[in-house]
């Protein structure tokens, strides 16, 4: 596949008829779904699920979000989303990147950016890392950078 840069986490999304909108493609908010479910995923993956959100009453909110779309999907297609975890300033910014990709078409669909703050769940407000989330997302953006 032609992904814009290498070993990205994948989910695979078959295309419903419920994400159908009135012009006969997807809706553009369901690509920003299926982003947020593939970085859920790529998050569990690497160690931290919202269980461990919840324990460390630390998350990561999205502070910016960037999409660019470049081609429709129809009602059937199989897209593959990949995301990866692209910088962290080790302080409580975090980066991730998306792109999903056609594979019949081998073709792009979607690249998308987030900017992301730490914050404490109880009060929302923004704070520092807690170690887990150095040593899994940091050490994730530091395997990225050095590919």
Avoid at 21 to 44: K, R, T
Avoid at 57 to 84: C, Q
Avoid at 132 to 147: K, P, S, T, V
Wanted: charged share 20%.
């Amino acid at each position: 596949m032609p992904w814009d840069h290498p070993a990205p986490f994948i989910k695979s999304i078959i295309v419903q008829p419920a994400d159908i909108d009135g012009l006969g493609h997807a809706n553009n908010a369901c690509y920003v779904q299926w982003c947020e479910q593939c970085a859920w995923e790529h998050s569990a993956q690497l160690g931290l699920s919202v269980t461990d959100y919840q324990k460390l009453d630390r998350g990561v909110a999205i502070h910016k979000a960037d999409y660019h779309y470049f081609l429709p999907s129809l009602e059937g297609a199989e897209l593959l989303v990949g995301t990866w975890l692209t910088a962290c300033d080790r302080k409580l910014r975090l980066e991730r990147r998306f792109q999903i990709i056609d594979p019949e078409l081998k073709a792009t669909v979607l690249r998308g950016n987030w900017l992301l703050i730490c914050t404490t769940l109880s009060t929302g407000k923004a704070t520092r890392f807690p170690p887990e989330f150095l040593q899994i997302y940091g050490d994730a953006a530091a395997a990225f950078r050095a590919e």
